[in-house]
């Protein structure tokens, strides 16, 4: 991959740099262009699909450039990249007068304040799944078994629609065993009887006619979408009669994590859960969604409080505005004003010139207050002010500024509780508390676990183009009786550390973290010994401590914060470190 250096706008789109070469790995072409239509950087499959090497593209405007493969129909930079472009394959001869299948996709890229800064171009040569499918007959065993060995999903259906064939692939991206769908309805695979893709396979069987669909979408053996790039043909006999259809399917999963990184945009199908409780809270966030209400979301670390807010963003009319974060627990208190409202220049030594805070960038848009818990009560009156009157004063300002901002805030601490300690504003925690939203832990939802561990598995090995390995029944119970202090983020990370160990088709139980393990030979029969009720931060924080052996960089990272904030934690809670207890709540007020 070759970058080319240059002015603070391109700035947004180096960051592009690691999934080119992700991309690369997995012999996809791609490529970023500025807002001027400068290239910026090209992978190496794409010099290979266009051939031309990076000299002689980076820096030149890709007009000029590209005037065949990767031209689309529409320009993303020419629309102000309001959505992404896919068009029709089309065919390219190369060098060797050899026809090519290329798909082309193209993305926007926004920078850090939600500006366009320019766009990603995605090349995939399709010609070798082409070229067997023109060969294949519905008689042909011999080129079925081929098609059994490709990384692109492939099943065929007969004209009732009855899956007749489904390939290895197939299996890995949709978690199905083919013994169980072999004879049965391929609706099965789609989002019922009147889905889109569906409906495209029966007509497709119906007039012969080959079609594609290039945002199609799949059901798993969970229930969960999947986003898939599908193609149809109809299958003939000798005599030209159409007996059934074939799809084609490649996992776009990798490419959704693209678009979700490029422009932080996510949606409701990033939220795994059937459990009723889950169920409960999509059913809230998408009418609050809509509107401008202030929402605080309260739960355990590693719940999804952080991915809910995006949520909410990417759902609501502020969509195409800045989403801004604040962690009030991680910036140092003295910092923690000048950092949300700006100061201007003079405002304290060393401010020799005006500084923007937090609420400027989200100006527009969402700002996103997490662990509101831990801001200072003096910070607290301020922010109080900016929810009623939506004006703030920088620091070491005498002028008001105005915004327009939505305010999302979360908490793993009970503020109902620190109010009634006095830590915590009463009139603050009324406005704060408009619609409440309290994710429930791990514990509280078991149903929920195989649906999370094939969903993080499918997305971890998308990113690192490998097949889905299946997860032996010894392991998987080891999974599903385990209390998960740090919930869905220590899942995450249980399931990428097993991903990383096992270099077979099976996750065994030896591939998973020794802390689970020493759990299950400790107490085999045990049952969770929070069920029932929510465990606190400082139950989890101790659980985390003693399952990482007291390591502290280990625990901060599964509960998503710093060590000097997990120190501070630890302090605030009293945890204190015995051989006979492990990590556990002291009754010594001295704490640590």
Not at 412 to 431: G, I, M, P, S, T
Request: aromatic fraction near 6%; glycine fraction near 8%; hydrophobic fraction near 40%.
């Amino acid at each position: 991959m070759t970058v080319r250096y240059g002015t603070r706008s391109e700035t947004a789109l180096l960051k592009c740099g690691q999934w080119l070469e992700v991309l690369d790995e997995l012999t996809i072409g791609a490529f970023t262009v500025g807002c001027d239509h400068s290239i910026i950087a090209i992978n190496y499959n794409a010099q290979a699909l266009i051939g031309m090497q990076s000299e002689e593209v980076v820096g030149r405007d890709c007009r000029e450039v590209f005037t065949g493969v990767p031209c689309m129909s529409r320009c993303v930079l020419a629309d102000s990249g309001k959505a992404p472009v896919m068009d029709p394959d089309v065919a390219v001869t190369d060098e060797n007068d050899m026809t090519l299948w290329i798909t082309r996709m193209a993305t926007p890229i926004y920078d850090d304040s939600g500006k366009l800064a320019g766009c990603l171009t995605i090349l995939q040569d399709h010609s070798p799944i082409s070229d067997l499918i023109e060969r294949l007959h519905h008689e042909e065993s011999k080129l079925k078994n081929v098609l059994d060995s490709l990384d692109s999903g492939v099943f065929t259906v007969n004209r009732g629609g009855l899956i007749t064939f489904f390939n290895t692939a197939a299996e890995q991206i949709t978690g199905f065993n083919r013994k169980r769908l072999l004879g049965r309805s391929c609706a099965l695979l789609f989002e019922g009887p009147r889905a889109r893709d569906l409906l495209l396979l029966q007509r497709t069987i119906k007039d012969g006619k080959s079609r594609q669909s290039h945002q199609g979408r799949l059901i798993d053996r969970e229930g969960s979408v999947i986003p898939v790039q599908i193609r149809y043909m109809a299958l003939r006999n000798e005599k030209g009669v159409s007996i059934g259809g074939l799809a084609t399917f490649n996992d776009l999963t990798l490419v959704r994590q693209l678009h979700q990184a490029m422009d932080n945009r996510y949606t409701f199908e990033d939220m795994i859960g059937k459990s009723p409780a889950m169920q409960k809270i999509f059913k809230v966030v998408s009418m609050v969604a809509a509107s401008d209400a202030t929402v605080l979301m309260e739960g355990p670390t590693g719940t999804g409080k952080d991915l809910l807010a995006k949520v909410i963003h990417a759902s609501s009319h502020r969509a195409d505005k800045p989403f801004v974060k604040i962690n009030c627990a991680a910036i140092p208190d003295n910092l923690l004003e000048s950092e949300i409202f700006g100061y201007v220049k003079g405002a304290f030594t060393g401010a020799d010139k005006d500084k923007p805070g937090r609420f400027d960038e989200a100006h527009g848009g969402t700002i996103f207050l997490d662990e509101i818990g831990d801001l200072p009560l003096a910070l607290q009156a301020k922010l109080l002010r900016v929810i009623e009157d939506r004006e703030f004063y920088p620091l070491g300002s005498h002028r008001t500024k105005k915004v327009d901002v939505r305010i999302l805030s979360a908490t793993n601490r009970q503020l109902q509780r620190l109010v009634a300690a006095h830590k915590f504003r009463e009139d603050l925690y009324y406005r704060l508390n408009v619609v409440r939203i309290e994710l429930p832990p791990l514990t509280s939802r078991p149903g929920d676990l195989p649906l999370l561990i094939r969903h993080i598995m499918r997305r971890v090995c998308a990113l690192k183009g490998r097949r889905i390995p299946k997860v032996s029944a010894a392991a998987m119970k080891i999974l599903l009786n385990f209390d998960y202090p740090g919930n869905i983020r220590e899942l995450e990370n249980i399931i990428e550390h097993a991903l990383i160990l096992c270099t077979s088709n099976t996750i065994r139980p030896e591939h998973l973290p020794d802390y689970l393990q020493a759990v299950k030979r400790r107490n085999p029969n045990r049952t969770p010994a929070n069920k029932g009720r929510l465990p606190s931060e400082a139950e989890q924080i101790a659980r985390l401590l003693n399952g990482h052996g007291g390591h502290r960089g280990k625990t901060a990272a599964s509960l998503g914060i710093n060590r000097t904030t997990l120190w501070r934690k630890m302090k605030q809670y009293r945890l204190s470190y015995s051989a006979a207890k492990g990590w556990h709540v002291s009754e010594d007020k001295n704490g640590l």
